[in-house]
């Protein structure tokens, strides 16, 4: 793939493995870039690939949440790779959450399971350096880019995680959404979405937007506003379908049969259907 400009001076680049995307954003003082791939590597093939679009330095790395394929090419812009160091901004759920992988034994075993898929996953795993953003953003923050750009950077509400971080480029109408939005597949509901909170946080990226914006997804080409109407009413239609089958007294274990017509594969509704029931029993904050 190559770097498509998506809106003035705004680029998109997707990148295997995982299809991820990472945006970069061209202002007058350096170059704002949205995720960092995978490792280090992975990272290190991003800066040479940022050199095409600008001979200006990193200046800001901005993680839209906490997923590995996001944030594990990090360390590649702050020191010692990189001097001066980028900032590095996320927010502050998805800092906590970072902070808190670093004794997960989840996270210990998905590190274990990547370094046995190959010797190149093996490699990337060995140099892993996790460097946690040290700039935190609670509701909401504006980078200046110089020159009278600037990238505004909002907490809209929960959904693909609780840490997700929606940037605008106002002067060139581009919305960057991460995985909030997906066009290359569908919705990523995990073990730590919020599928209930989800619908009502893609509302508010259409109206933060607005109806003609450019929104690049964290994974797939970027896309308009009637896609992102469109994937909210779905993720809406599964919120509802749950909150009705937990009124019902419907058991969690026999939601997914119970349901039927689901907006999604349900073999991909599984964390959907038990965050959803958690957070109905007051399980979740």
Partial sequence: ???I????RVFQRRYQPCDV??????GADGLAVADTRCSLAEARELREHLRELSDAPVRWVVNTHVHFDHVWGNAEFVAPRQLPPAELWAHRAAVAAMRDAADDPE????????AGRSEE???KIAELVEAVPDHEVDREHVLDLGGGRVLELRHLGRGHTGGDLVL????????????LVE???????GPDSFPLDWAPTLDAVLAFGGPDAVFVPGHGDAVGASFVREQAARIRSVAEQVTALHAGG?????ALAAGGGWAFDSGLLEHAVGRAYAQLRGELR
């Avoid at 400009?5 to 003035?8: G, H």
């Fill in 1 to 3: 793939m190559t770097w």
């Fill in 5 to 8: 400009e998506v809106a003035e």
């Fill in 21 to 26: 995307t990472v945006t970069a954003v061209v």
């Fill in 107 to 114: 996270t210990a075993e998905f590190k274990t399971h990547l």
């Fill in 121 to 123: 996953w093996a490699a």
């Fill in 168 to 179: 605008r480029v106002p002067d060139a109408g581009a919305v960057l959404v991460g995985d």
């Fill in 183 to 189: 066009q290359s597949g569908p919705p990523a509901f």
């Fill in 250 to 254: 419907v058991p969690e274990s026999e």
